[in-house]
C-alpha cells in the first residue's frame, strides 16, 4: 500500500500517523499547511516569541522529503485571529477561516492525484470536513479511501448539543459550531462519510455514532497515546488540611460539561473544594462568573506549564457532552490525577472504578458532585489512585496508536487485493 495522508493543522494523532505510515514504508506524501522541520528556517524562526506557533507545527525530520505545504490562507488564519480581524474569520465564509482552509488543502491533494496514481499510490487517508474533493477524486482514480473521523458523526452531535441548548439555553452561546453549521456544510460532511472505504477513530464512542447506513464500513478503533509520564509513581500524600483542586482543562464551553460542573461544585456547601478551570473563553467572563462566581481561571500556556500546573492538582474532571476521545484526560492521568468523564469523553476504557477514577453519566451534576465529595472524605486514597491512573495512562502510546491503524490498514488492503 502506498498512501497519501492530508491534514491542514496538525496534532499529535496526525504526527503519529503519518511517523507511522512512514516508518511501514506506505508513505507517499503528507499534505499540511504549515510544517517546520529541526534545525530549518522555519522552526528556527519560531525561538521569537511572536512566531511560537510556528513550533507547534513541528514535524519529525524524516518527513520532510515527503511533505507538500500550502501555508498561505493558514498564515493568513494566524495573523486575522492575533489582529482581531474578524471578518476575515467569519465561520465557513471568511476567507480565512478554517472551513477554507480545510477546503483548500483538499482541492490541493485531490488535484495531484491523478499524477500520484500514476507514481503507485493506492490509497489516500484524510480527515473529517477536509476529505470531499480528495475522496471524489479517488474514487474515480479507484483508490482506497480512509476517513478519520476525530470526533463524533455530526448528526450524533448535533442531536447532543441541540438537546443542550434546550436543556440549559444560557449555555448555548458556548456551544460552537455544532448547532450552527450550516446544510452546505453538513451535506460535505455526509457525502465523505458515503464516499470513505475505512472509518478511523479513537474511541468506542465515536464509531458507535456513525448512522446506521454506513454499517457496511470497516471501522478501525485505535485509542489515542499518553504523554510520557516524568513524575515519581511513589505514593506522596499531599496536604488533607488544603481545598481539594479539581481541575477542568478544555474549552470553556457547555459542549464539555463545564455548566454540569459549575452546577455540581455550587452544590458541596461546606466542603473544602476548589475548582481550578483552563481553557479558552467561549464567552465574556461575567457570564462564566454569573453562573459560578468561586472558581479560579487560568488562561491558555504552553503544553509543558499546562502538565506543571496539573501536578498542582488532586482531580480531574470532564463532564463532556460530545467529544471524540480527549486527549487531555491522559494527559492529567500521565501527571498522577484521578478521573471523573463520562462516557462521552471517548476515554470510557481509561477508568477502572474506584481505581483510576469514575465513570459518570452526562448532564449529572448529582454524579458528579458525589464523586468529588467522595475524594474530599477519601483524601487518603487520591495518591494511590494517582498512581493507578499514571500507570494505566502509560498502556496508551502513540506508537501503538500508529501501529495498529497501519497494521489493520494493511491486513485489509491486502484482503481486498486477494480477492
Not at 514535524?59 to 498564515?75: A, F, Q, S, V
Not at 469514575?358 to 472524605?377: D, G, Q, T
Amino acid at each position: 500500500m502506498k498512501i497519501i495522508v492530508s491534514h491542514p493543522t496538525g496534532n499529535s494523532n496526525v504526527r503519529a500517523v503519518a511517523k507511522g505510515f512512514l516508518e511501514s514504508g506506505s508513505l507517499f506524501r503528507f499534505y499540511t499547511t504549515i510544517a517546520s522541520f529541526p534545525n530549518g528556517f522555519l522552526y528556527k524562526l519560531g525561538s521569537f516569541p511572536p512566531l511560537k506557533e510556528i513550533r507547534r507545527r513541528s514535524y519529525d525530520g524524516k518527513l520532510e522529503p515527503l511533505t507538500n505545504t500550502y501555508p498561505w490562507r493558514e498564515i493568513g488564519r494566524t495573523i486575522s485571529s492575533k489582529f482581531k480581524l474578524n471578518n476575515f474569520l467569519v465561520h465557513e465564509k471568511g476567507i480565512f477561516c478554517i472551513d477554507q482552509i480545510y477546503k483548500s488543502l483538499d482541492k490541493h491533494v485531490a488535484t495531484d492525484l491523478s499524477i500520484a496514481q500514476k507514481k503507485g499510490v493506492t490509497a489516500v487517508y484524510a480527515y473529517e470536513d477536509g476529505a470531499l474533493e480528495t475522496f471524489t477524486e479517488a474514487k474515480k482514480l479507484g483508490l482506497l479511501c480512509i476517513y478519520d473521523l476525530p470526533i463524533a458523526y455530526w448528526e450524533t452531535g448535533r442531536k447532543l448539543l441541540m438537546e443542550e441548548a434546550e436543556r440549559l439555553p444560557q449555555w448555548a452561546k458556548t456551544l460552537g459550531g455544532g448547532i450552527t453549521d450550516s446544510a452546505v456544510k453538513l451535506e460535505r460532511k455526509r457525502k465523505e462519510l458515503e464516499l470513505a472505504d475505512v472509518v478511523v477513530g479513537p474511541g468506542s464512542f465515536v464509531l458507535d455514532s456513525l448512522p446506521e447506513w454506513s454499517a457496511d464500513k470497516i471501522k478501525i478503533v485505535s485509542p489515542f497515546g499518553s504523554p510520557a509520564s516524568n513524575i515519581s509513581l511513589n505514593v506522596v500524600e499531599k496536604n488533607p488540611d488544603k481545598p481539594l483542586r479539581v481541575l477542568f482543562v478544555g474549552s470553556m464551553g457547555q459542549r464539555k460539561g463545564l455548566g454540569d460542573l459549575f452546577e455540581a461544585v455550587k452544590s458541596l456547601q461546606g466542603i473544602n473544594v476548589e475548582l481550578v478551570v483552563l481553557g479558552s473563553l467561549l464567552a465574556p467572563m461575567e457570564f462564566y462568573r454569573s453562573q459560578f462566581s468561586d472558581f479560579t481561571y487560568e488562561p491558555g500556556r504552553s503544553h509543558n506549564e499546562v502538565l506543571e500546573l496539573m501536578r498542582t492538582c488532586d482531580v480531574f474532571c470532564l463532564p463532556s457532552i460530545v467529544e471524540g476521545r480527549a486527549l487531555v484526560i491522559q494527559e492529567a492521568m500521565s501527571q498522577g490525577l484521578p478521573i471523573i468523564i463520562t462516557p462521552n469523553t471517548g476515554g470510557e476504557d481509561l477508568v477502572i472504578e474506584g481505581e483510576t477514577g469514575f465513570l459518570v453519566p452526562i448532564r449529572s451534576a448529582e454524579a458528579i458532585a458525589e464523586k468529588i465529595k467522595w475524594f474530599a472524605e477519601n483524601r487518603d486514597k487520591i495518591a494511590m489512585m494517582g498512581k493507578k491512573a499514571a500507570v494505566h495512562a502509560q498502556n496508551y502510546t502513540w506508537e501503538n496508536y500508529s501501529n495498529n491503524i497501519v497494521k489493520q490498514l494493511d491486513l485489509y488492503y491486502n484482503s481486498i487485493k486477494s480477492n
